[in-house]
């Protein structure tokens, strides 16, 4: 049973435009929703994340935004720069653990 | 501050062959998570440990796939034996008590082909 359902697999995106990635969950129980960031080789990396009682939140050109009652949360990246290239995953935590969605493969075209 | 430790960082074993990855979590995280990447499922978390102690082995596949910690800077995970579709990336994490959001902190991960 996926818990935390992420669209879409893969994204291209000009550079200086606007990436948007989806993703909803099912449990009402979490109590973070997490994104992380990973690059090729690596390992995946906290980017940012939001507590369900705040419906949005901005770092720099990263912003989660969540609404509660549809069960749904997206990551907008402004301004995408070849540089965000990499593999998004978003994810829903509970307790130690944390259920991630399937991942989005992200590029940005220079 | 050396982040999370993984050897090998590529594996090449032929089928039947135990396989046996090992992590050093960061200093004074309490927590390891063992996680198996694969295109088509994705992030899987296979087991985790809390103050060594096992805590949800629920995503361990099958009983060829165990997994020790028998100390605060060790763990194992060990496949015995290995099939091709055992073929991912495993990545092991950790995290201390009162991180913000939960976080985990993620190894390079090791490249596992079963032939």
């Known amino acids: 049973q996926q818990q935390v359902k992420q669209s879409p697999q893969s994204l291209i995106v000009q550079k200086g435009g606007i990436s948007i990635i989806n993703c909803a969950y099912e449990n009402t129980a979490f109590d973070y929703f997490p994104w992380y960031q990973q690059f090729p080789g690596k390992g995946p990396a906290l980017l940012i994340a939001i507590r369900p009682d705040v419906s949005e939140k901005k770092e720099g050109r990263f912003t989660i935004s969540f609404n509660k009652s549809a069960k749904q949360f997206s990551l907008h990246i402004m301004d995408s720069q070849p540089g965000d290239s990499a593999t998004y995953f978003c994810a829903a935590s509970m307790g130690d653990k944390i259920i991630f969605g399937k991942g989005t493969r992200l590029h940005i075209l220079p | 501050d050396a982040g999370v430790i993984q050897s090998p960082r590529h594996e090449v074993t032929e089928m039947g062959q135990e396989v046996t990855l090992r992590c050093k979590p960061i200093s004074g995280h309490n927590s390891l998570f063992w996680y198996r990447q694969t295109m088509m499922r994705g992030l899987e978390l296979l087991i985790y440990?809390?103050?060594?102690?096992?805590?949800?082995d629920s995503g361990m596949p099958e009983d060829r796939f165990s997994a020790k910690m028998p100390n605060a800077s060790f763990s194992t995970l060990k496949i015995q034996p290995s099939e091709p579709r055992d073929s991912a990336v495993y990545f092991c994490a950790s995290s201390f008590p009162g991180s913000s959001y939960n976080e985990q902190f993620f190894g390079p991960g090791t490249r596992l082909t079963v032939l």
């Open positions: 440990f809390n103050n060594n102690v096992p805590i949800d």
